[in-house]
């Protein structure tokens, strides 16, 4: 299934122990104000295709996938290190950070980029700000994964058992992907969009059930000790808006309330009809609180 706007730029960097290669693009006029959208687990930059469609006349925007996301293959350890498994787990998002990081200079942004940031995305997005100096025109947090406590019943099931999901036959595990991403949505997401989302973490997928499983362990050993600490400078720092989807079933509401406080951010806007997924709940709704919300930070 094609995007409607594909990754046709490839950036690649080494660290000191792993290769990362990230698909991403830009749309609309180069003289126009940066936007950045980083996207969470398990999807991609699709996501994104209806508010790119809706700012791309009045922001010049980039998109792209996470190392091991949508098109982007997963980073690769070239070099052994104590806790090499812990490391590429990666629960803290800590190399997912870097890469991005890395990206971030590649692009050489010519003013500091708004960014919108969904699910652990905005994780990625804190680090960003808190570990690698990155400036932010303003920051748009979609029901994110920043505070804990973290992970749904089901990633300690995965990771508790892992072995025994990962024997599960391709065609219940692909059930398995299909169930969960679904359970995001407030509204049924139609087959065209469960077929998207789904598609790369199936058995010949881009990514793989295997892959799928292992985001799910990485979610049970979520760890922000290193950042929390920093989080009320961030409202200081960088303007904040919270978004939040007001029937999200895997992050209940009262955590927006609890990020608001500990971010110190400016807004916070509950959307109602709106899950985990609100930018299929509510496109419109979700449209124009963002565009609002970057329209007074120009």
């Not at 126009?32 to 700012?55: K, N, Q, R, Y």
């Not at 058995?203 to 290193?226: K, P």
Request: hydrophobic share 40%.
């Amino acid at each position: 299934m094609t995007s409607k706007y594909p990754l046709d730029q490839t950036f690649t960097h080494k660290s000191a122990t792993h290769d990362f290669q990230i698909h991403w693009t830009h749309i609309g006029d180069e003289t126009l104000p940066p936007l950045v959208f980083i996207h969470g687990t398990p999807w991609s930059s699709i996501v994104w295709e209806d508010l790119v469609s809706s700012l791309c006349s009045r922001y010049h925007i980039y998109i792209y996938d996470h190392p091991g996301f949508g098109v982007s293959p997963s980073y690769r350890r070239t070099k052994d290190a104590v806790n090499a498994d812990q490391i590429d787990l990666d629960g803290s998002l800590v190399l997912r950070a870097e890469a991005s990081a890395a990206l971030f200079k590649h692009w050489n942004l010519p003013r500091r980029p708004h960014v919108v940031a969904h699910d652990n995305g905005g994780l990625v997005s804190m680090r960003l700000l808190l570990q690698h100096g990155n400036e932010f025109a303003s920051l748009t947090l979609i029901d994110v994964v920043i505070v804990g406590p973290f992970g749904l019943p089901f990633f300690k099931l995965v990771a508790e058992n892992h072995g025994v999901f990962e024997a599960i036959p391709p065609h219940m595990s692909e059930g398995l992907v299909r169930a969960y991403v679904k359970s995001a949505a407030f509204k049924p997401i139609s087959k065209e969009i469960e077929d998207r989302l789904s598609s790369p973490w199936l058995a010949n997928g881009s990514q793989g059930t295997s892959r799928f499983l292992q985001e799910m362990v990485q979610a049970h050993n979520r760890d922000v000790s290193d950042v929390e600490k920093d989080y009320a400078g961030v409202g200081i720092q960088t303007p904040v808006k919270i978004i939040w989807g007001a029937d999200d079933a895997w992050l209940p509401v009262e955590i927006a309330g609890r990020l608001k406080t500990a971010l110190n951010a400016q807004e916070m806007v509950l959307v109602d009809e709106a899950a985990h997924l609100i930018h299929y709940d509510q496109p419109s709704k979700l449209a124009l609180e963002v565009g609002v919300w970057l329209g007074q930070h120009i």
